[in-house]
């Protein structure tokens, strides 16, 4: 669906100021969204969606490059892991006949409120689904991109918005409206610029100065975010801003990540099988 974007895309994106099982389960939902790093701000707390969606705003303009058509399932596939890191979902353990992640169904463990309208409301439609749907089927029913007509019931919609909306009402976003000529856009232009750094300087600190080489050892949510800005097609946005010697490691080290076979870390001690399986999706396609 995406790939790691070359070296010659920076130029543009910088002129435009672009960006096993239920243990492991309980533990991650024992964790708030943000506790990953003691050195972090914990003032303001943001899901996998929001943060994504941040790195892909431009900042003065407040909405997503018009070329990225990655962003849409991408969000998809970071309300699963999130749903998974807070021990409401599971895929399903494997047997003879499904040892694959991409065979796997994902399964309920809990339908307890997270709070977040979008990850309960698909929440609410992994419960009520019979039979069972794989990691793959749900990120294109969540994106609708189903020939089913059945099955459009499933599509979140306004989902960008949603996101936004919940960006500005935790103050790191503000909303105008912006005139493209033919049409009004409403835009999310970044007023919390420092938010946005401290993401941002996670991430690059992950594949340089706190790089451990092995995603096992990686703290979880910053692994997922990893991945999720891959599948977005917004990692470009996040390495932009280094030095050409350190874009070239970040970007070597991040494609290095990203192209491991998930099927062979999703089985290791530890692993969270839900980012694997979502990278496993997009690498597919």
């Given amino acids: 669906m ?9 130029t543009e994106i910088s ?11 309980d533990t991650n939902q024992q964790r708030s969204p943000d506790n990953e790093d003691s050195g972090d701000s914990k003032d303001i707390r943001l899901t996998l969606m929001e943060e994504v969606l941040l790195l892909g705003l431009k900042d003065k303009e407040g ?25 409401r979902i599971y895929l399903e353990p494997p047997t003879m006949r499904k040892k694959r992640l991409l065979d796997r169904k994902v399964l309920l463990k809990s339908d307890n409120p997270t709070g977040d309208v979008l990850l309960d409301e698909t929440l609410k439609h992994i419960k009520a689904t019979e039979p069972t749907e794989t990691v793959q089927t749900w990120i294109e ?9 059945f099955k459009l019931q499933y599509q979140l919609r306004n989902v960008r918005e949603r996101i936004a909306k919940n960006l500005v009402e935790k103050g790191i976003l503000t909303t105008e409206k912006q005139n493209f000529l033919l049409f009004d856009m409403t835009t999310h232009p970044v007023t919390n610029i420092t938010e946005k750094q401290r993401l941002v ?3 690059q600190d ?21 991945v999720l800005a891959h599948s977005s097609d917004v990692l470009e ?11 070239d490691v970040a970007m070597n080290r991040a494609k290095d990540l990203v192209e491991l076979d998930p099927e062979v870390e999703g089985t ?16 597919k396609s």
């Fill in 206 to 226: 992950s594949v340089l100065e706190r790089w451990v080489n092995d995603p096992q050892r990686m703290d979880k949510r910053t692994l997922a975010l990893l």
């Fill in 15 to 25: 002129k435009n100021s672009e960006k096993k099982m239920e243990s492991e389960e």
């Fill in 237 to 247: 946005n996040v390495f932009s801003s280094l030095t050409d010697d350190k874009y």
């Fill in 268 to 283: 290791k001690h530890s692993a969270t099988e839900m980012i694997w399986a979502v990278l496993a999706v997009f690498n």
């Fill in 141 to 149: 029913l969540l994106t609708g991109e189903t020939w089913n007509p």
């Fill in 201 to 203: 300087k996670k991430l």
């Fill in 63 to 87: 909405y997503t490059s018009f070329w990225n058509d990655c962003i849409s399932s991408g969000l998809r596939g970071g309300i699963l892991i999130e749903l998974a890191m807070r021990g």
């Fill in 2 to 10: 995406t790939t790691l974007t070359h070296r010659a895309r920076r």
